[in-house]
C-alpha cells in the first residue's frame, strides 16, 4: 500500500501541504482524490511507472509553486507499507511503514 505525501519547503523548513485522504493536510485533494486521479497515482508508485510518476511531480511542483510563493522547493514521495490484514485493522493497528520514492523540485525565484 502506497500514499502519497506533499511537502513544500519554507524557510529551509519542509511543511506537508498534501497526505493522502489526510484532512489536515488537503491541498488539492479534490483533484487527487478523484477516482480517476486515485487509479493512476496507485500505479505511479510502482517502479514500472517511473516516468509517469517523474512527470506528475513536475506537474504538482508547478502548482505548488504557484500556489505558495513562499515555497523555495517540493518534495513528493510515497508512504509505502503493507496492507493490513482484517484482523490488524479490526484491532486498530496499522503496519509500519517507510518514505521511498521522494522528489525534490527546486523552485527557481526572481
Known sequence: MATLQVQVRVDG?????????????????????????RSALFRYSWKSYRAAFVELVDWIATQAGSDFPEATAVRVRWFKRRTPSPKQVR??????????????????RD
Open 13 to 37: 523548513e519542509w511543511q506537508t501541504i498534501y497526505a493522502q485522504l489526510d484532512p489536515e493536510h488537503a491541498w488539492r485533494a479534490e483533484a487527487f482524490e478523484h477516482h480517476r486521479f
Open 91 to 108: 484491532a486498530g493497528n496499522r503496519p509500519e511503514g517507510k518514505f521511498t520514492g521522494a522528489r525534490v523540485v527546486e523552485l527557481e
